[in-house]
């Protein structure tokens, strides 16, 4: 027999027999949610970068700080010669101390420069909170792709079981034609598309088997495995009320959401970066003072010492433009700043408005694939015993039976749009509802 033939051979005899083959899916190592989502907040580039960010953002907060403080410093030298020293205004050689020692301590303070360092500070805190709420929506970011990955396994995991009712119901199809055809009452052709049904649901179900595989790799993949994972499903996953008002979860996100505040504290820090940058026009005072040593012997004792203070008082009368430019740009800055807090609040809202679009049309899909499910099945019940009387065909079977199956598949559908429309959803508020 030739491998083609043979392979037909084969197929035909599992379409005869029933048989679906075995899958070794179930063991596979399990991950609940909220392991999942743990395990992908630990290993996610973006958030290592985010908290970089945010570190980033209190060094600099605190280098602001750190202009208020005075500066010190201490330096100290010593050197060692000859006996005798070269006179370089006679030429002889004159006798004189081979050693020479040193040391210096001095400090310096600016007493008045504007407020330009507090608007740097406070420029400064505004960062920080612009890095934590960027890191604050990066965590519902990855939360609501981990979610993604979770609930997509778990929906290849239910559209896997729809596959697997509808080759036993293939089956089932199959028995009333072989009870009707040893009765005379049904034909050739009747055998043979049920046989056809049969393969092509078991065909449907190595499918949704290779789907559901790669869905579990791409989990394990989020969390930082490098094998499948099968997700547990833990918690009621029906459609639940939200505890906010439409109209207020549009205010909320235009708001508070995590995007929103990161961009309304850029605008902040951008214009207090005007504010620093025009106290250049500004003089600024500053005290200094210092401390002395030097002694010709290695000791403590003796030797000259000595002490300065000064005040200062620095104006650039022109420095080639740098002020004007320098307020320029920062002007500049702060305009596009704050059409990016405008441009994130519309997009927050807009954002918002979908994610609830797409939530109330999961939830009235749900009730409308739930509906359609019981219908089909009875219609499915009805269409066979009108068959098993001979008042309809085996055409009307197959059909009633992929109203089944469809039926099905769409409630699972909508079940889990639903459950990942409200993750956008809370994801975009930056709050779960």
Do not use: H
Not at 87 to 94: K, L, R, S, Y
Not at 210 to 238: I, K, M, S, W, Y
Not at 277 to 290: F, H, N, Q
């Amino acid at each position: 027999m030739r491998p083609r033939a043979r392979a037909r051979f084969v197929a035909c005899a599992v379409a005869g027999c029933g048989i679906v083959l075995p899958w070794n899916g179930a063991a596979q190592d399990a991950v609940t949610l909220e392991e999942a989502v743990q395990r992908a907040l630990i290993r996610s580039p973006q958030m290592a970068q985010q908290q970089q960010s945010v570190d980033n953002a209190y060094l600099s907060q605190k280098t602001a700080w750190g202009s208020f403080l005075p500066t010190v410093s201490v330096g100290g030298t010593g050197s060692l010669r000859s006996a005798n020293v070269l006179n370089d205004f006679t030429g002889q050689i004159v006798p004189g101390s081979s050693d020479s020692y040193s040391a210096n301590l001095s400090g310096s303070w600016t007493v008045f420069e504007g407020t330009r360092r507090f608007k740097e500070y406070g420029a400064a805190k505004s960062d920080v909170r612009a890095a934590e709420a960027r890191y604050a929506n990066q965590r519902y970011q990855v939360v609501l792709q981990t979610q993604n990955f979770f609930f997509n396994a778990l929906r290849q995991e239910d559209l896997l079981q729809v596959a697997r009712e509808r080759v036993d119901q293939a089956q089932q199809n199959m028995t009333i034609v072989r009870s009707r055809t040893m009765l005379g009452e049904a034909t050739i052709s009747d055998s043979l598309r049920a046989r056809l049904d049969v393969v092509n649901a078991e065909q449907a179900v190595l499918q949704f088997e290779t789907a559901l595989r790669a869905a579990r790799f791409a989990l394990g993949r989020q969390v930082g495995e490098r094998r499948p994972l099968a997700p547990v499903r833990d918690g009621n996953f029906d459609p639940r009320p939200l505890a906010l008002a439409d109209p207020e979860i549009l205010e909320l996100a235009e708001s508070v959401s995590p995007s929103v505040v990161a961009a309304a504290e850029a605008a902040d820090a951008a214009r207090l970066s005007v504010s620093a940058a025009k106290t250049v026009w500004i003089p600024s005072l500053r005290l200094s003072s210092g401390y002395g040593w030097n002694n010709q012997q290695f000791a403590l004792s003796g030797g000259n010492t000595s002490w300065n203070m000064s005040l200062s008082m620095s104006y650039p009368l022109f420095n080639g433009f740098q002020r004007e430019t320098g307020i320029d740009r920062a002007q500049f800055v702060y305009r596009v700043s704050t059409m990016q807090e405008d441009d994130a609040r519309l997009v927050a809202r807009e954002q918002a408005d979908a994610a609830l679009q797409n939530l109330r049309f999961a939830e009235q899909s749900i009730a409308v694939a739930q509906d359609a499910a019981r219908v089909a099945a009875e219609d499915l019940r009805v269409v066979r015993e009108r068959y098993g009387v001979g008042a309809a065909t085996i055409l009307d079977v197959l059909v009633s039976q992929a109203a089944v199956t469809q039926a099905d598949a769409d409630v699972v559908t909508a079940r889990y749009d639903y459950i990942l429309a409200r993750a956008e959803l809370e994801a975009i508020l930056g709050r779960e509802l």
